[in-house]
């Protein structure tokens, strides 16, 4: 399989806080992959540096084999290298389908893929409201939807089930999986590891900028390194 996605080396500091120390990732091409890990492990942080948000103090990003290492975030969204906000950032006054319409039109694609995306949320009804009038779990969807739009080559999802109801979480988690089935390659950081874990074939765990696990799924909770980091964080029970 090609790699659609090569991190080397990867750096950044904040003050004196190392939040990306030395990250080494390689996705290829059809992967569905979690990032995890205990807040402030460096993954939003992460997919900053990869989706040019943030330019790396040091190291390299490649994209489809090219050096892509500060390119602008709309350039990278233009060859398809899509991502999502932990907190979602809609253009509120603006209805569900012209917010997903605008996300096509950085591709180059018309209305129909924007009709699918909705359709694949569970949204189409909901497209002439305005952004503002959505709840929670709307514009989380909206969010997902608008990547989904601009059929990216690699989507890179930082917590698209945080606040979801469960069935909420269902429409989601289904969404992300028919999107990998039909080519599209996933990276998505979350805290909700049950959900996750359903879905992934592959996790890599951050601790303090680094990659301390790079896996199965079906072992993570086995890898002491990673028991250890969970518990000095916020107490989570991993493979719950
Ligand atoms: N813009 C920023 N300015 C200062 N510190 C930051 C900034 N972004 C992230 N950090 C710090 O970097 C570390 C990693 O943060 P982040 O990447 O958001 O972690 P995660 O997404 O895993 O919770 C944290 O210590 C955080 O406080
Ligand atoms: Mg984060």
Redesign the pocket.
């Known amino acids: 399989m090609s790699e659609v996605l090569v991190t080397r080396d990867l750096r950044k500091s904040?003050?004196g806080?190392a939040?990306?120390n030395g990250v080494d990732l390689t996705v290829r091409e059809g992967e569905l992959t979690a990032i995890i890990?205990?807040?402030?492990?460096?993954?939003?942080?992460?997919f900053?540096l990869i989706t040019g948000f943030?330019r790396p103090d040091s190291g390299k990003v490649y994209f489809m084999g090219r050096d892509v290492t500060g390119e602008k975030p709309y350039n990278l969204a233009r060859m398809g290298l899509i991502r999502t906000f932990?907190i979602v950032r809609p253009l509120r006054n603006l209805t569900v389908l012209q917010n997903v319409l605008i996300g096509c039109r950085v591709r180059g694609l018309g209305p129909e893929a924007a009709e699918e995306s909705l359709r694949a949320v569970g949204l189409w009804e909901k497209r002439d409201v305005l952004a503002s009038l959505l709840t929670h779990g709307e514009l989380k969807k909206l969010e997902l939807a608008r990547a989904l739009a601009m059929r990216p080559k690699l989507l890179l999802l930082?917590e698209p089930l945080g606040g979801l109801t469960f069935s909420e979480a269902e429409e989601v988690t289904g969404a992300i999986r028919e999107a990998n089935a039909n080519g599209t390659t996933v990276v998505l950081?979350e805290h909700r590891l049950r959900e996750t874990f359903r879905i992934v074939r592959r996790v890599v765990v951050?601790n303090q900028?680094r990659i301390i696990y790079d896996g199965l799924p079906e072992n993570v909770a086995k890898t002491e390194e990673v028991v250890k980091a969970y518990m000095g964080g916020r107490g989570w029970v991993l493979g719950t």
């Open positions: 904040f003050g806080i939040a990306v890990g205990p807040n402030g492990a460096g993954k939003t942080t992460l900053n943030e932990q930082d950081v951050m900028g």
